[in-house]
């Protein structure tokens, strides 16, 4: 069983900084690309960006040069930077991650989510 645990929400005021993490635990072979989706109230779920194994990033239009994904293998833990915050940025953020448990093939994981907030 693979699960994907974030952590790092909350309330923020706009321009200011938050950081979220989300680890992968379980039975796991491998991690391939890992990433944040994130889905606002009454819209449908927009991918934020992504890094693959070597920390190549892409990155939506709208957090491009505010946000920033990073990752650590060897703690199959994934970050999410985010400055310079904007009350569009209010949503629930899920990470994402292709994993190969053992034994399994690659198949996509998604965490539970974590509320961000920004708001004055």
């Known amino acids: 069983q693979v699960q994907l645990v974030e952590s790092g929400g909350g309330l923020v005021q706009p321009g200011g900084s938050l950081s979220l993490s989300c680890t992968a635990s379980?039975?796991?072979?491998?991690?391939?690309?890992m990433g944040w989706y994130r889905q606002a109230p009454g819209k449908q779920r927009e991918r934020v960006g992504t890094?693959?194994?070597?920390?190549?990033?892409n990155y939506a239009d709208s957090v491009k040069g505010r946000f920033t994904i990073s990752r650590d293998n060897a703690k199959n833990t994934v970050y999410l930077q985010m400055n310079s915050l904007k009350p569009e940025d209010t949503a629930v953020y899920y990470c994402n991650a292709d994993v190969r448990p053992v034994g399994g093939t690659y198949h996509s994981y998604w965490g539970q989510g974590t509320q961000v907030t920004v708001s004055s």
């Open positions: 890094i693959t194994t070597r920390g190549s990033t």
């Open positions: 379980g039975s796991i072979f491998s991690i391939n690309a």
